[in-house]
Every structure is written in C-alpha cells, then in structure tokens.
C-alpha cells in the first residue's frame, strides 16, 4: 500500500514537471512570435505611412496668363494715326529717287495748277534780264530767275515763280501767253502792266505734299 501511494506520487511529480518543461519550452516560441508578430506590425505601419506620405514634388510655376483687365487695348485713334504715319513715311520714302527740283515743281503745279488733268508738265526756265511780256519794246524784265510751270495745252494754263529755298514761293501773275497789242496802245501803259507783276507777286507756303499724286506730276515733267 505504502509502495502503491509513493508510485503515484511519483508519477505526479513527473508529470508536474513535465508541465513545466512544456511551459518553459513554449515561452520562447510565443515570446519569439509575439516579438516577431510585433516587428512585422511595426513595419507595415511604417510601410503604409511612407506609401500615405505626399511625395513633396518641386513643380515649376507656370508662366502666369497675362491679366486681360492690365492689357489696355489699343485706342482706334492712335492705330490709324500711326498707320497714317506709316504710309506717310513710304511716301516719303518713295520720292527719294526724284531730285528736290522735280518734287517742288510738282507740288508747285499740284497746288497751284489751273488744270490737273494734264499730258504734260512743262518746265520753263526764265533766266534774269528777260523781258516779262516779250511782245513788247519796254517791257520790264524779270531781276531773277523765275520757273514757268505751264500744260501741253492754253486751257491749262500756267504758274510763273521763283523758290525761296524755304518751302515758300514767290508767284507772278503772269499769262501763260502774251497777247500782240492792238495798235494804237499807249507804250508806256503796256510798260506799267509789266512792272506791275514784278511789283506784286504773291507769297505761297508750298504743302509738303507726297504719294502717287506727286509721283504721276513727276512722271510727266517736260523741261523746255
């Protein structure tokens, strides 16, 4: 009886310390997991805060639109005042093939022409000492140079000037043609008709005229 208790007695034992044993073998295992399961927490955590995480990209500005209320649109006026100019600086420019000379006797007859539908302008050069009305004896003579302007044509007509070199002329009130005296006619009146054309010319400003005007004026000069 004695030897049958101690028997389960020791049986107990064994299998109390294999309980142990059991439990003392787990532990690192469950330690191990519960350390390796917390590791692998970590890192998807980790893994989900660097995937959640914006990427700080530098992003070139664009160029700003420019602002439609700071663009003034151009005044109508000032447009057609500088394409005005535009066209009157390639007149201008057109009339640098032609001589001073030439430009001012065709402003000269686009200003002051009787008659602008011409054939021809005539250029009549009058040198100084030349009687005014040749078909007179005593006629008064003309101090200086002066320029006849005249059409192919009487109906035409003419101007007769000198230039001042200023833009100005001096214009005499000269036909273009001289009439023969009826006989009879005092001498001395027909000499005072003449002195009197010499004594009052007339003082034109010339307008600095360009363009297809003056050009075709050109085109059609004639010097006699």
């Not at 893994?47 to 959640?52: F, K, L, N, S």
């Not at 002329?169 to 010499?198: C, F, N, S």
Request: charged fraction near 30%; charge should be negative.
């Amino acid at each position: 009886m004695q030897k049958t208790a101690m028997l389960f007695l020791f049986l107990g034992l064994l299998v109390l310390l294999g309980g142990c044993t059991e439990n003392i073998a787990k532990e690192p295992a469950s330690t191990k997991n519960s350390s390796s399961s917390g590791s692998g927490a970590n890192i998807d955590d980790d893994a989900e805060a660097v995937i959640d995480e914006p990427i700080n990209e530098k992003k070139e500005s664009a160029p700003k639109e420019a602002d439609s209320s700071s663009v003034k649109s151009g005044d109508p006026k000032d447009i057609e005042k500088s394409g005005a100019d535009d066209d009157s600086s390639r007149q201008t420019d057109s009339l640098n093939s032609y001589s001073t000379e030439e430009i001012e006797y065709a402003r000269v007859w686009a200003q002051l022409g009787p008659n602008q539908e011409i054939d021809e302008l005539n250029i009549r050069h009058i040198p100084p000492g030349e009687p005014v009305n040749p078909n007179i004896d005593n006629s008064a003579v003309y101090p200086e140079d002066v320029i006849q302007l005249s059409g192919s044509r009487l109906v035409d007509g003419s101007v007769t000037y000198r230039g001042n070199g200023d833009g100005t002329i001096h214009v005499y009130a000269t036909p273009m043609r001289w009439e023969a005296p009826p006989p009879g006619t005092d001498e001395k009146e027909l000499q005072k008709d003449t002195e009197d054309i010499l004594n009052n010319t007339k003082l034109v400003s010339i307008e600095p005229r360009d363009g297809q005007e003056i050009i075709s004026l050109i085109e059609k000069l004639v010097f006699r």
